[in-house]
């Protein structure tokens, strides 16, 4: 037994052991039932149970359950079953949940730097390049001092299934210019939040599934959330026809895997090993997924749904790096975030100038099969 917690395993196998106090024993280790076998952990998202995120959640509880041969079981609880979307890292920590699947966005309230682990700087890197700073550029130890010596929270993080850029979002009308987004009430969350003030707009932070009543009820008149998947499960199509792809906003997000520390370090070494490295299994699962149900519902928004998609101007683009410009500098004033953004430049001014210098032109190839269908 340790001076910081209970080790709930060895404390319910002796209590196995006394007969009828097993159950009152049982009760006292919620949230995990860690019985004789299997080990049930309840992981909360911070997604609607009708979103393809609750899929995902759920291909990684598939995994582990397979992975470690029924010992260790995920009930996958959708946003609000235990607390909000946005309070899952303190539900974790706090051990009222054994674990989340999430993005490090959803606590940028706690902490800016959040954001720099999925929707920071554009510095040339895709989702991909971030990913990989994560577990081979730094990004994983900047994460953990974060998380664990600078805020105190008692859990373990790791991230994966690197999202596709996010689209800049859905607006009533045409949108070319900055000029033509000033006093937009927009949602969006994060260092996106203070972005799109910069370029002329009112931010709302909403969580997923708030964000087409927001719509309705006036409260907001644009948005984002993340791809067309998702946005087309919420409704967006039913608030608004104009869908713009391509931002700077969010380019390189990717899911959040928090753990409570004390839960798995009660766990055998195998089943941490599965819980940590399940989400590198899942992350491919996801990507392919992900290809597919998105490229449908892409269709189905504008063959069905009546919806028209544009990619977003170059001049918007532009405006969106002049604010990131912006933006960093007033960042660089704290000491840790200017240590993640430097980890950052270092690593994409290094590995995307390869990635970029050796891919061939894909919408050349894609134009040359597919004539007169990409709106560059």
């Known amino acids: 037994m340790s001076d910081k917690h209970l080790d709930r395993r060895r404390f319910l196998q002796r209590s196995a052991l006394a007969g009828g106090s097993v159950v009152a024993a049982s009760t006292l280790a919620a949230p995990a039932v860690l019985g ?9 998202t911070s997604w609607p149970a009708s979103n393809i995120w609750d899929e995902f959640a759920k291909d990684y509880a598939t995994r582990v359950e397979e992975m470690s041969g029924g010992r260790l079981k995920i009930d996958v609880l959708p946003a609000g079953a235990v607390v909000g979307a946005f309070q899952v890292m ?3 920590s706090d ?24 929707t920071g700087p554009v510095f040339g890197g895709s989702a991909t390049t971030m990913l990989g700073w994560f577990y081979a550029g730094g990004g994983q130890e900047l994460y953990r001092e974060l998380t664990q010596d600078i805020m105190g929270l008692n859990v373990v993080g790791y991230l994966g299934f ?3 850029a996010q689209p800049f979002g859905w607006f009533k009308g045409e949108v070319g210019s900055p000029d033509d987004l000033q006093g937009f009430k927009y949602r969006t969350v994060g260092l996106a939040a203070d972005l799109m003030s910069k370029i002329g707009m009112s931010v709302a932070q909403l969580p997923g599934g708030e964000i087409v009543p927001a ?17 087309r499960d919420f409704g967006a199509q039913d608030v608004a026809k104009n869908y713009y792809l391509s931002s700077y906003h969010q380019a390189s997000e990717s899911f959040e895997y928090l753990f409570n520390s004390d839960f798995m370090e009660d766990l055998e070494p195998d089943l941490q090993a599965i819980l940590k490295y399940g989400v590198e299994a899942v ?8 290809m597919l149900r998105y490229s449908e519902d892409l269709q189905t928004l504008i063959n069905e749904d009546g919806v028209t998609v544009h990619r977003t101007s170059k001049d918007i683009l532009a405006a969106q790096l002049d604010a990131w410009d912006t933006l960093i500098g007033q960042l660089e004033e704290d000491e840790f975030s200017a240590r993640v953004m430097q980890s950052q430049r270092e690593w994409c001014e290094k590995v995307a100038f390869y990635e970029l210098m050796n891919a061939p032109d894909y919408a050349l190839a894609y134009n040359h099969y597919f004539p007169n269908k990409l709106a560059l």
Do not use: C
Request: glycine share 6%; hydrophobic share 45%.
């Open 90 to 92: 303190d539900a974790v």
């Open 283 to 290: 992350s491919t699962a996801n990507t392919a997924k992900a």
């Open 36 to 44: 004789q076998s299997p080990i049930v952990m309840r992981m909360q």
């Open 162 to 164: 690197p999202m596709f």
């Open 95 to 118: 051990g009222v949940l054994d674990a989340a699947h999430s993005v490090p966005v959803y606590w940028y309230g706690k902490n800016k730097a959040a954001s720099f682990f999925g």
């Open 215 to 231: 719509m309705e009820r006036g409260v907001i008149d644009a948005f984002e959330f993340n791809n067309p998947s998702s946005d």
